[in-house]
């Protein structure tokens, strides 16, 4: 929901970032997996329960997130690239609610159970949409170059980094805020079934 406001306020600077790393020579696929092996750290780090440790590593492999794709646009995009950044994103979006469940399981597990459910739904209708889209010939442009289409939704992520945070700072409120999010990935799937009836309606 508030990608795009959050994009035109970092993207300046991390714009700024990328034109130096690529200039060093590093390339877009190396930034995208030092964030997804930051982001396991994390995850190691919350399941023995480092939740501040955990929540420092969280953001520096969000960084590198949005890294690796103003990286890949001052180098060359590429399809491996966009691959491993979708594949490895979603690896992380896993890592962190499983590892809450590992910390805690008789408190977390239903709930960190509950929203990687709703994070695989969340998932497949993004990558099934952008599927079709790309099909169709559809281009979004409102969030800049990128390999796939992306779609919209009230659970983004935007959204997704700022609870896992609210997790790190806040540990033994983590099935409270798990469910609230879990309901608005939900909102959001049926969101992008609607919008797909919209769009792809022969």
């Known amino acids: ?55 420092v590593v969280i953001l520096i492999s969000r960084l590198a997130d949005g890294l690796d794709g103003a990286v890949a646009r001052v180098n060359k995009k590429t399809d491996l690239g966009g691959f491993l950044d979708i594949t490895l994103d979603f690896f992380f979006y896993g890592m962190i609610p499983l590892a809450f469940v ?44 990128k390999s796939i289409v992306y779609t919209t939704g009230l659970a983004e992520a935007t959204e997704t980094i700022a609870v896992f945070i609210l997790f790190c700072l806040f540990p033994s409120w983590f099935p409270v805020i798990a469910y609230s999010f879990a309901a608005l990935c939900l909102i ?10 919209q769009t792809f309606t022969e």
């Not at 714009?15 to 995208?32: C, D, E, F, P, Q």
């Not at 997996?33 to 480092?50: R, S």
């Not at 159970?113 to 952008?130: D, E, M, P, Q, R």
């Open 1 to 55: 929901m508030f990608d795009n406001t959050v994009r035109r306020w970092i993207d300046p600077p991390i714009n700024r970032i990328a034109k130096k790393l690529a200039a060093y020579g590093i390339s877009a696929n190396m930034v995208t997996i030092f964030g997804f092996l930051t982001g396991a750290i994390a995850a190691f780090a919350i399941a023995y329960e480092y939740y501040y440790v955990a929540l």
């Open 102 to 145: 590992f910390a805690n399981p008789a408190a977390n597990a239903a709930a960190g159970a509950t929203l990687i459910f709703t994070f695989y739904t969340t998932g497949a209708s993004f990558l099934a949409f952008a599927l079709m889209a790309e099909k169709r010939g559809t281009n979004e442009d409102a969030r800049g170059s």
């Open 188 to 197: 959001t799937v049926a969101a992008r079934i609607w919008l797909a009836v």
